[in-house]
RNA sequence: GCUGUUGUAGCUCAGUGGUAGAGCACUCCCUUGGUAAGGGAGAGGUCGAGAGUUCAAUCCUCUCCAACAGCACCA
């Protein structure tokens, strides 16, 4: 029984059946063997040593390859692993997954690693690269594996192998003597990872990822082919920590947080400048076809209790009373009425929509409220303007009949779409998330709405020429009804949730929301959420970052600084910030006795994008010098004409069309 | 919320069981200097909060608060 294989180049030979892959290398050439890490069956990574038992396209993957990069990092957590065990017998070992940019390995052990073990673990990573075992597979059965991992006191193990499904093998990896249930592929032996890796931080993880288990000491480590990739990487985590947009919005000047309002944001002169401009921004988007409105910030209980929040949002809600009726919580004669602050704006919305008669001929009607919303979020959770308690949404509602529903998804999803556009986001993810375990409403309403928003996501995806991606998360829906995540990504490679689209059968029916249709009867209209920026100040955090702080003209909080270059040109300095001003530019005067060089650094390194330099001469021909941020050209130019560029160069990008 | 780390001047950080230091920033004086730091002087801190151990705590112990890195959760 022979099998015809098929070399990259076209050329096909006949093996026996079951040859492996490395006695086809070897045959070829020992030098090809020598380089050869592992296989690309039918275009599948695969053991080098695997058998081939049917006619098969065939590749050999050297170290170089993309493909290898997630065998030596998978390898590399191998070797980790090893190696604590090595150090630390009794660690318990448990998983060791490839992830987007390295690799972790979770530990079970008393005491947790800190990072000042990490010398000891990389010299015995080392050593254990440098002894260069082979990497073998066994197939054992399950008992064999559950026996041998209850020996050595593997109870995570144990659990493991009694969550492989049963119409799969079950693989067993050795290095020397170390051995690991593991899916594979591996590499041909332990040294071809190499000694381009690197550990990287070490940090809890609950087994299995469930907060009810118990936690684990987790290790996370980045390897790559070369050293050249691993610095080179090392390097661009040091530029992306230079972006964020904390580091920025303090050395810029644009916000800050204290302990006694965690999560929630004091925003400096310049940083709600920004905040400001991107409102006004939004709120030109959406002169159109949206309504504006403004509800309450507090609402009784009840009204709570009614749309369903108190009974599912409960944990993530604040609830406020009178002071006094807080600190005298028996006394009778006190107000005791419960409030709670405003977590999300439909509850608003919808008595807004019930306040008068509607008609089907009013329908969609789209309200819109920069919403201010508190959610008490775990403290874990915080993160600078990216996750915060108390933060505002450009949010809005339709209100429309079901026939209205896809057009309205649509509708929705051009206006996001051009909204990132302007600020430079046109690549990102688009994700339909489905129904989640705590949710309300019948399975019928879920299942209609899921129905119609999987036919938009495809549509959103034919229609985009390959931009954006799409995908499900399934059981991540609102616990009210599905919804699409629009995400973008920030420079330090987190990705962040902005936009969301959501589909609501439930609270209108809640509250009793009515139409009058055409044949005069009382009809529920659907409801769809909607925010694009999200939240405004993840919006700005994720600005902040995209731009590292180099913002674009009409955004920059300061625009232009005027620096005399000596005190005799104070006046003429004022007179300029007075012409940017009537040219509807944001302009200062820094008349501090210091020297030009001095005053270019600071506003240098404060990313103000225009300095005007004014001396003697500018003054007597009524000229500026420009000094862009970024460059250190130099350019004298008459005021009016000056200005008059810049103004062209402030127009928002909506308002260029 | 969980695991770990951290908390000293506006910022970045030293430091010690006997009640604190540097650089930058700040104030004042000198300097009027043409594109990334001119010189001098001065002011500024309940050492995150509370309790405990001690003759004595910023330092040791405990509790709490906050931040950071993950996890879990989410806009």
Known sequence: MTITVTFPDGAQRQFPQNITGKDIAGGI?????????????????RDLADPISSDAKIEFLNREDPRSLELIRHDCAHVLAEAVQELWPGTQVTIGPVIENGFYYDFARETPFTPEDFPAIEKKMREIIARDAAFTKEEWSRDQAKDFFRAKGEAFKVELVDAIPPDQTLK?????????????????????????????????????????NP???????????????????????????????????????????QDEGPGTVFWHSKGWTMFQQLISYMRRRLRRDYEEVNAPQILDKSLWETSGHWGWYQENMFAVKSAYAFMNPQDPEADQKVFALKPMNCPGHVQLF??????????????????????????????????VRGFTQDDAHIFCTEEQLEAECLKINDLMLSVYRDFGFDSLVVKLSTRPEKRVGSDEAWDRAEDIMTRVLAKIERESGG????????????????KFEYTLRDAIGRDWQCGTTQVDFNLPERFGAFYIGADGEKKQPVMVHRAICGSMERFLGILIENYGGHFPLW????????????????????????????????????????KISYKVREHSLA?????????KREAEEKTVTIRRLGSQAQETKSLVDALAALETEAIPPDQRR
Not at 197 to 207: D, H, I, N, R, S
Not at 359 to 375: N, T
Not at 467 to 482: H, L, Q, S, V
Request: glycine content about 10%; hydrophobic content about 40%.
């Open 29 to 45: 050439s020992p030098s090809l063997l020598k380089r050869t890490v592992a296989m690309a069956i039918n275009g599948e990574v």
């Open 172 to 212: 067993m990896y050795k290095q020397g003597q170390w051995i690991d249930l593991c899916r594979g592929p591996h590499m041909t032996s332990v040294g071809k990872v190499g000694t381009a890796f690197k550990l990287m931080k070490v940090a809890g993880a609950y087994w299995r990822g469930d907060s009810n």
């Open 467 to 482: 931009k954006i991606r799409t995908g499900i998360n399934p059981g991540e829906g609102a616990f009210y009804g599905p």
């Open 354 to 387: 019930k306040h008068g008669l509607k008609s089907y001929r009013d329908l969609p009607i789209r309200m819109a409220e920069f919403g201010v919303v508190h959610r008490y979020e775990a403290s874990g959770a915080l993160h600078g303007l990216m996750r």
């Open 215 to 257: 936690m684990l000491t987790r290790i996370y480590g980045t390897a790559f082919a070369k050293q050249e990739e691993l610095d080179a990487y090392l390097h661009q985590l040091e530029e992306a920590e230079k972006r964020d947009h904390r580091r920025l919005g303090r050395e810029m000047d644009l916000f800050h947080f």
């Open 555 to 594: 955004l920059a909080p300061e625009q232009i600084v005027v620096c005399p270059i000596t005190s005799e040109a104070d006046a003429y300095a004022e007179e300029v910030v007075e012409a940017c001003f009537a040219a509807g530019l944001r302009a200062r005067a820094d008349l501090r006795n210091e």
């Open 607 to 615: 990313k103000v994008p225009v300095i005007f330099a004014v001396g």
